[in-house]
């Protein structure tokens, strides 16, 4: 890989999009900007041209950015890439402040860099262009269990689809704030119920008790967060499937970032390529501890 040059100044807590020439970019990027104008936040929009080390041309490394002809056209292309973002970006969105920025590095890698200082990386889903380190398809995962801040993958999905608000997947066992934080200010941002749900294999006395105790995880945000109207549901049986059933009428799934603790654990309590990868609507992993954005 390339030697990282000292980054420019980007504004700090930002919405960082990343980009490429895939169709599913777009649908990343528009989602980004929406995101950054209800916000009223700045857009970085960020392409990596990709790793310059690979066989047969690791000299390119040790090349001149500024006289070798190759280097020359990548960052051309890749700056007419951003451009044109840029111009999209401005069109849907004229008084939002966009920040163009195009790395001579692979993309994933890039993205959990400015996620030190982001509010939100954004990319699209499937990994198309986006790292030749990275197995197509995971990327959505292996991006989610390594940025600082949240990390939203958008699908390829249907626009045209009539969606029910936001789903945040939450264990009881261990409240999951920063998962319910993010829903519920995105649900009121952006106007939309919010649905809080847990899955359990237990007897019908266990679910009565996790069902009480899912109701009053929810009183407090209902307390903070009156303008949201949010209900929560108790969902039996292999909680990935019933998540990803439940997220094709979803606008936006919430889940956290953790590490499994068990042959067992809930996926969700940690992230899995099952749900973050083969999600149906944009979904977003949350660290379980994340700073209040700058």
């Known amino acids: 890989m390339s030697a990282r040059h000292p980054d420019p100044q980007l504004p700090a807590g930002a919405v960082v999009a990343g980009i490429d020439k895939t169709p599913v970019a777009h649908l990343a990027l528009d989602w980004a900007a ?10 970085v929009v960020v392409h990596a041209t990709g790793s310059l080390g690979t066989a047969g041309t690791t000299w390119l490394d ?9 280097l020359i056209e990548m960052e051309r292309q890749g700056q007419a890439l951003v451009a044109e ?8 969105h004229p ?40 197995p197509t398809g995971q990327v959505g ?14 699908p390829d999905h249907n626009l045209g689809t009539v969606r029910q608000g936001v789903l945040a997947g939450v264990r009881v066992d261990h409240p999951e704030d920063a998962v319910l934080e993010f829903a519920y200010r995105y649900a009121s941002v952006h106007d939309l119920p919010v649905t809080i749900a847990h899955a359990s ?13 899912l109701a009053e995880t929810a009183s407090g945000y ?57 999600s149906p609507c944009p979904t977003v992993v949350v660290p379980v501890q994340v700073g209040e954005p700058v």
Request: hydrophobic content about 40%.
């Open 141 to 154: 995962t292996w991006l989610a269990r390594r940025t600082s801040c949240p990390v939203v993958v958008v």
């Open 95 to 134: 008084s939002l402040r966009v920040t163009p920025l195009v790395v001579m590095e692979d993309a994933a890698p890039e993205l959990v860099h400015l996620s030190s200082t982001a509010s939100l990386v954004v990319t699209g889903s499937r990994g198309h262009g986006i790292s030749r380190s990275v």
């Open 222 to 278: 209902a307390e903070r967060y009156p303008d949201v109207w949010a209900h929560t549901l108790l969902l039996p049986g292999r909680p990935v499937r019933k998540l990803l059933d439940l997220a094709e009428r979803m606008h936006l799934l919430v889940v956290g970032q953790h590490h499994p603790t068990g042959l067992h654990e809930s996926p969700f309590g940690h992230v899995r390529s099952s749900i973050v990868d083969r």
């Open 201 to 213: 294999r237990g007897a019908r006395g266990d679910q009565e008790e996790l069902r009480c105790d």
């Open 62 to 70: 040790h090349a001149d950015a500024l006289t070798e002809p190759t």
């Open 85 to 92: 973002a840029t111009d999209r970006v401005t069109a849907r």
């Open 34 to 43: 929406d995101h950054a104008a209800k916000e009223r936040r700045p857009l």
